[in-house]
């Protein structure tokens, strides 16, 4: 067994114990395998030791080592889970099984005309910011629920959960709490929260979904100065 492979197991018994520990089922949680910056040499010892969900940031980087890797393995689903730009809208849909970036009207409207064009249709996460920070993408909590709707009913999606990133120096169960009532008042049913630092708690709170890179595939190399 490779050292991906044992990380993976680990990471996905934490997720057992944590499901466990408030009456859930491990059955109920994905878990995206964060890939970006790896290339397929690090990632075919996660697909060959049976898992199929992975999670890329960058369109372009994407497009360089998941067509051909879908093509082996067809099973795949591939998860964007990094800012989207209105320019990369027909790649994403074209490559991506599910968009977690959804955060503006002009992306909302692009995707709901590209992914009728292609007759592709990924599954979508509104991005919340929850704790509002200027660096990052997703709508405020507060508008939230509008652009919920305007997604719906202006642009004829259909929105499965939301998506949130914490800031890293606050308590992330505040945050998780917030995405879950966000939610349960839109009536979407997946919250995709909690990264390699934190998953445990995401589970705990309700999360669907926790996208987990470095407890995987071990820290990233910094891009070069």
């Given at each position: 067994?490779?050292?991906?492979?044992?990380?993976?197991?680990?990471?996905?018994?934490?997720?057992?114990?944590?499901?466990?520990?408030?009456?859930?089922?491990?059955?109920?949680?994905?878990?995206?395998?964060?890939?970006?910056?790896?290339?397929?040499?690090?990632?075919?010892?996660?697909i060959e030791a049976g898992h199929q969900v992975f999670g890329e940031n960058r369109v372009?980087?994407?497009?360089?080592?998941?067509?051909?890797?879908?093509?082996?393995?067809?099973?795949?689903?591939?998860?964007?889970?990094?800012?989207?730009?209105?320019?990369?809208?027909?790649?994403?849909?074209?490559?991506?099984?599910?968009?977690?970036?959804?955060?503006?009207?002009?992306?909302?409207?692009?995707?709901?005309?590209?992914m009728a064009r292609q007759d592709r249709w990924p599954d979508l996460f509104v991005q919340v910011n929850t704790g509002e920070e200027d660096q990052?993408?997703?709508?405020?909590?507060?508008?939230?629920?509008?652009?919920?709707?305007?997604?719906?009913?202006?642009?004829?999606?259909a929105p499965v959960g939301l998506m949130c990133i914490p800031p890293f120096d606050e308590e992330p169960s505040l945050h998780f709490a917030l995405l879950a009532k966000i939610a349960a008042r839109n009536g979407l049913a997946a919250l995709s929260m909690g990264m390699s630092s934190d998953f445990e708690t995401a589970v705990e709170f309700g999360a669907t979904h926790v996208r987990v890179g470095s407890a995987i595939f071990g820290a990233r190399t910094p891009p070069p100065a």
């Open positions: 067994m490779s050292e991906q492979s044992e990380a993976l197991q680990q990471v996905v018994g934490r997720i057992g114990a944590s499901a466990q520990a408030v009456g859930r089922s491990a059955d109920q949680i994905t878990l995206i395998a964060v890939s970006k910056t790896f290339g397929p040499d690090r990632i075919v010892p996660i372009q980087e994407s497009q360089g080592k998941w067509p051909q890797l879908k093509a082996k393995f067809p099973d795949l689903k591939l998860h964007l889970i990094g800012p989207l730009q209105s320019n990369k809208v027909r790649d994403a849909v074209e490559l991506f099984d599910c968009i977690q970036t959804v955060d503006r009207p002009k992306l909302a409207r692009a995707l709901a005309q590209e990052k993408a997703g709508v405020a909590p507060g508008d939230a629920d509008a652009f919920i709707a305007y997604c719906r009913e202006d642009c004829g999606l």
